[in-house]
Nanobody
Framework: QVQLVESGGGLVQPGGSLRLSCAAS????????MGWYRQAPGKQRELVAT???????NYADSIKGRFTISRDNAKNTVYLQMNSLKPEDTAVYYC??????????????WGQGTQVTVSS
Protein backbone atom coordinates (compact mmCIF):
# COMPACT_ATOMS: atom_id res chain seq x y z
CA GLN A 1 0.00 0.00 0.00
CA VAL A 2 1.17 3.51 -0.82
CA GLN A 3 0.23 6.75 0.90
CA LEU A 4 0.68 10.35 -0.20
CA VAL A 5 0.73 12.85 2.63
CA GLU A 6 0.46 16.54 1.81
CA SER A 7 1.28 19.56 3.90
CA GLY A 8 1.79 23.29 3.57
CA GLY A 9 -1.60 24.70 2.64
CA GLY A 10 -3.20 27.65 4.37
CA LEU A 11 -4.41 31.20 4.09
CA VAL A 12 -2.23 33.79 2.38
CA GLN A 13 -2.72 37.31 1.10
CA PRO A 14 -2.61 38.10 -2.62
CA GLY A 15 0.98 38.36 -3.75
CA GLY A 16 2.16 36.03 -1.01
CA SER A 17 3.85 32.65 -1.16
CA LEU A 18 3.24 29.12 0.05
CA ARG A 19 5.15 25.88 -0.32
CA LEU A 20 3.31 22.59 -0.57
CA SER A 21 4.95 19.24 0.16
CA CYS A 22 3.84 15.72 -0.63
CA ALA A 23 5.66 12.66 0.67
CA ALA A 24 5.05 9.18 -0.69
CA SER A 25 5.54 6.16 1.55
CA UNK A 26 4.83 2.45 1.52
CA UNK A 27 5.48 -0.28 -1.02
CA UNK A 28 7.34 1.76 -3.62
CA UNK A 29 9.51 0.18 -6.29
CA UNK A 30 9.94 3.45 -8.18
CA UNK A 31 8.06 6.66 -8.83
CA UNK A 32 7.48 7.52 -12.47
CA UNK A 33 6.15 10.97 -11.91
CA MET A 34 4.62 13.17 -9.25
CA GLY A 35 2.50 16.22 -9.62
CA TRP A 36 -0.10 18.60 -8.31
CA TYR A 37 -3.70 19.16 -9.34
CA ARG A 38 -6.21 21.61 -7.92
CA GLN A 39 -9.96 21.90 -7.68
CA ALA A 40 -11.76 25.14 -7.00
CA PRO A 41 -15.38 25.20 -5.80
CA GLY A 42 -17.75 24.42 -8.65
CA LYS A 43 -14.92 23.61 -11.05
CA GLN A 44 -13.30 20.47 -12.37
CA ARG A 45 -9.97 19.27 -11.06
CA GLU A 46 -7.16 20.65 -13.21
CA LEU A 47 -3.48 19.98 -13.70
CA VAL A 48 -1.10 22.41 -12.02
CA ALA A 49 2.33 20.88 -12.56
CA THR A 50 4.14 17.56 -12.90
CA UNK A 51 7.73 16.38 -12.63
CA UNK A 52 9.15 13.09 -13.89
CA UNK A 53 11.78 10.92 -12.26
CA UNK A 54 14.35 12.46 -14.60
CA UNK A 55 13.35 16.00 -13.64
CA UNK A 56 11.29 17.01 -16.66
CA UNK A 57 8.55 19.42 -15.69
CA ASN A 58 5.20 20.46 -17.10
CA TYR A 59 3.13 23.46 -16.00
CA ALA A 60 -0.35 24.77 -16.59
CA ASP A 61 -0.31 28.06 -18.49
CA SER A 62 -2.16 29.82 -15.67
CA ILE A 63 0.70 29.34 -13.20
CA LYS A 64 3.80 29.49 -15.40
CA GLY A 65 6.40 31.85 -14.02
CA ARG A 66 4.78 31.88 -10.57
CA PHE A 67 4.88 28.25 -9.41
CA THR A 68 7.84 25.88 -9.36
CA ILE A 69 7.63 22.13 -8.93
CA SER A 70 10.58 20.17 -7.64
CA ARG A 71 11.28 16.69 -6.41
CA ASP A 72 13.58 14.98 -3.92
CA ASN A 73 13.91 11.43 -5.20
CA ALA A 74 15.76 10.26 -2.09
CA LYS A 75 12.82 11.33 0.06
CA ASN A 76 10.06 10.40 -2.44
CA THR A 77 8.80 13.93 -1.98
CA VAL A 78 7.48 16.55 -4.37
CA TYR A 79 7.24 20.25 -3.64
CA LEU A 80 5.25 23.08 -5.13
CA GLN A 81 6.61 26.56 -4.49
CA MET A 82 3.83 29.04 -5.15
CA ASN A 83 4.72 32.71 -5.49
CA SER A 84 2.72 35.79 -6.47
CA LEU A 85 -0.44 34.04 -5.43
CA LYS A 86 -3.76 35.32 -6.74
CA PRO A 87 -7.30 34.88 -5.43
CA GLU A 88 -8.02 32.64 -8.42
CA ASP A 89 -5.38 30.21 -7.11
CA THR A 90 -7.73 29.40 -4.24
CA ALA A 91 -8.51 25.69 -4.39
CA VAL A 92 -7.90 22.34 -2.80
CA TYR A 93 -4.53 21.12 -4.05
CA TYR A 94 -4.05 17.40 -4.56
CA CYS A 95 -0.83 15.49 -4.87
CA UNK A 96 -0.76 12.83 -7.58
CA UNK A 97 1.78 10.14 -8.32
CA UNK A 98 2.28 7.29 -10.76
CA UNK A 99 4.12 4.64 -8.80
CA UNK A 100 5.51 1.23 -9.60
CA UNK A 101 4.83 -1.02 -6.62
CA UNK A 102 6.69 -3.85 -8.37
CA UNK A 103 8.67 -3.92 -11.62
CA UNK A 104 5.47 -4.62 -13.57
CA UNK A 105 2.66 -2.92 -11.65
CA UNK A 106 1.91 0.79 -11.96
CA UNK A 107 -0.79 2.56 -9.98
CA UNK A 108 -2.02 6.12 -9.69
CA UNK A 109 -2.33 7.52 -6.19
CA TRP A 110 -3.88 10.71 -4.82
CA GLY A 111 -3.29 12.61 -1.63
CA GLN A 112 -6.10 13.76 0.62
CA GLY A 113 -5.86 17.36 -0.53
CA THR A 114 -4.74 20.55 1.16
CA GLN A 115 -6.65 23.82 1.10
CA VAL A 116 -4.99 26.93 -0.29
CA THR A 117 -6.91 30.17 0.20
CA VAL A 118 -5.68 33.46 -1.24
CA SER A 119 -7.56 36.36 0.25
CA SER A 120 -7.02 39.73 1.84
Amino acid sequence: QVQLVESGGGLVQPGGSLRLSCAASGSIFSIIYMGWYRQAPGKQRELVATVTDSGSTNYADSIKGRFTISRDNAKNTVYLQMNSLKPEDTAVYYCNAHIKTTMFRIYTYWGQGTQVTVSS
